[in-house]
């Protein structure tokens, strides 16, 4: 049984279609990222799964449990930790976790176990008694795992949980997450816009104007651009990206104003075309496939590209 | 975790607590909701009520004390929104209505406290008011459903409200207005439509049925009877309590925080 099965979902704003027909599963255990930037729909498939906005087309399947047939089973099952903050800034952080545990319905010496046990883990555990609004965002997003983990949740969904966070600060987050999983078995889903928080993921699911561009590994998905990226700033990139077409079937592109070839072996690339474009070529970088490769392998857009 | 809703009880309790935790610490709002309605009985004790003395306010009064703690309670809504607390709410396992009972309740338990300082401040420093024990009691218990019924008034305007200011902006065209017109202000047997509408006005019986609670030796002719007050008062808070949880179960764009 998968942890998330969705099949063929949709969902639009007016007459914005936010989301356009995606189907994926998530293995429970899984650590899943959905990548894309801003507008891709990311935001949107969270808070379906969350169960903030009610679903309007496809099937979903948390666990087995339909969502729109029994949404509170689905929701005692989840872990949810918002971009925007979600914590009373007037209460302590303590009474923040009780009242989020009541709300899950538990109580008593148990309840009062867990929150203790919670902010120990999560290093706050001498902050309980201040009050939200005296601490650092840093210490606030640790609040927040800490409530989206109180109650064991089997599914933690995330949405982009590195905002606001320096990098260190990130890596100690996933590190915390991906602990969680080894511990108690909570498969995590988070969204992201940021490349390098997707690569830590099991999997990744790669969105792009509401639909699934790529899921895969990370690795596999690097892999599967095939070869080095080549990049060469020019001042006339139309120009030169015909100059190589012509010569060699090499498929050089131009993308935000520079040109752009993937070949196997880029090592053996630049001096051939050094020796036949020398005189228009800028500068000239090989790279090693990213996510953003892949990305525009897949869409044929820059990651951080206009809204063409 | 097996069961699939949390017990609604605790979570009404919790809620509730919550605002009373939250009013009680931003002591800005206590006093707002308190000290202005105090003001406004002196002065127009002083400046109208010449004869009738305090007493002929002090059952509006307490009304206003009701009215405005209402009104800072439920304003909380908006800023449970903006502020990112109410999608954690709206995510959970619990049954919609339990977040509504909590959130009114609460709010309406913070106005019951303001009120019955108030009364207690009457009672010894105003000789005219001058219920029996029993008297009393009845009338904390009517001020109870009123403050239930206004509160529920609230969180029906802040349900859909983005900001703030809108709130504002309905409480001096309806919510302040509301009270003028009745017979908080308005004598009994005021005429023309502002009479009717002070007759009208579900709040006017709230504010007799205190008045013969809290003067029963300077009773004013042509008030409903008490039958009349509770009927009307406690018709008032069922009807915005199942008005609260119809609304509360309709999404509003408002609900994504981003």
């Not at chain 1, 099965?5 to 969902?11: A, F, N």
């Not at chain 1, 356009?20 to 990311?42: C, H, I, Q, W, Y």
Request: charged share 20%; with cysteine; net charge neutral.
């Amino acid at each position: 049984m998968p942890a998330i099965r969705l099949s063929d979902v949709r969902y639009r704003y007016g007459d914005r279609e936010a989301i356009r027909g995606l189907s994926l599963d998530v293995t429970e255990g899984e650590a899943f990222v959905l990548l894309g930037p801003n507008g891709s729909g990311k935001t949107t498939l969270f808070r379906l799964l969350s169960t903030l906005a009610p679903p309007q087309e496809g099937r979903f399947e948390l666990f087995g449990h339909d969502l729109r047939r029994d949404p509170d089973a689905v929701r005692s099952l989840l872990g949810v930790v918002f971009q925007a903050p979600s914590l009373d800034k007037k209460l302590t952080v303590a009474e923040n976790l009780l009242c989020h545990g009541r709300l899950y319905g538990l109580a008593g010496t148990e309840l009062k176990e867990r929150v203790s046990a919670m902010l120990e883990r999560v290093g706050l555990a001498d902050r309980a008694k201040e009050a939200v609004d005296t601490l650092s965002g840093g210490l606030r997003r640790r609040v927040e795992l800490a409530k989206g983990l109180l109650h064991k949740p089997r599914l933690l969904l995330l949405d982009e949980p590195s905002t606001g966070l320096d990098p260190a600060a990130r890596s100690d987050l996933w590190r915390y997450l991906m602990r969680v999983r080894e511990e108690q078995g909570v498969t995590i889903l988070a969204t992201t816009h940021l490349l390098e928080e997707a690569d830590r993921a099991d999997r990744i699911a790669i969105m792009h104007r509401g639909e699934l561009a790529a899921l895969d590994t990370p690795a596999n998905l690097q892999a599967s651009v095939g070869g080095d990226a080549i990049t060469i700033r020019t001042k006339e990139p139309a120009l030169l990206a015909a100059g190589i077409n012509g010569r060699w079937p090499a498929a050089a592109e131009v993308l935000d104003g520079a040109v752009r070839l993937e070949q196997q072996n880029g090592a053996e690339w630049a001096p051939r075309l050094f020796e036949s474009f020398g005189e228009q070529i800028d500068e000239l970088t090989i790279g090693k496939p990213t996510l953003e490769d892949v990305f525009i392998a897949r869409t044929g857009h820059r990651f951080f590209g206009g809204n063409d | 975790m097996t069961s699939t809703t949390a017990p609604p009880l605790p979570v009404v309790f919790t809620l509730a607590w919550r605002e009373l935790a939250r009013f009680f610490r931003q002591r800005n709002r206590v006093i707002g909701a308190l000290v202005q309605p105090i003001l406004f009985w002196l002065l127009f004790s002083e400046g109208l009520g010449q004869e009738a003395g305090y007493a002929r306010f002090f059952p509006g009064t307490m009304v206003m004390i009701l009215l405005f703690t209402a009104i800072f309670a439920t304003i909380s809504i908006i800023e449970d929104r903006n502020e990112g607390f109410l999608q954690g709410v709206l995510v959970a396992p619990i049954p919609r209505w339990a977040m509504v009972l909590g959130k009114v309740l609460g709010g309406a338990a913070i106005a019951m406290i303001q009120a019955s300082v108030f009364l207690a401040l009457g009672w010894f420093s105003v000789a005219d008011v001058s219920p029996s024990p029993l008297g009393a009691l009845a009338a904390v218990v009517l001020s109870a459903c009123l403050a239930v019924a206004l509160t529920g008034l609230g969180f029906l305007i802040a349900w859909r409200m983005e900001s703030t200011q809108g709130f504002h902006a309905i409480m001096s065209v309806f919510l302040l207005p509301m009270w003028f017109l009745s017979t908080a202000f308005f004598p009994q047997d005021a005429d023309g439509i502002a009479g009717t509408l002070v007759r009208l006005n579900p709040l006017s019986f709230g504010v007799a049925g205190l008045r013969q609670y809290l003067q029963p030796d300077d009773l004013i002719e042509g008030l409903p009877t008490h039958a009349t007050c509770w009927a009307v008062t406690v018709g008032f808070a069922l009807v915005m309590m199942v008005a609260c949880w119809r609304v509360a179960g309709t999404r509003t764009r408002g609900d994504f925080v981003s």
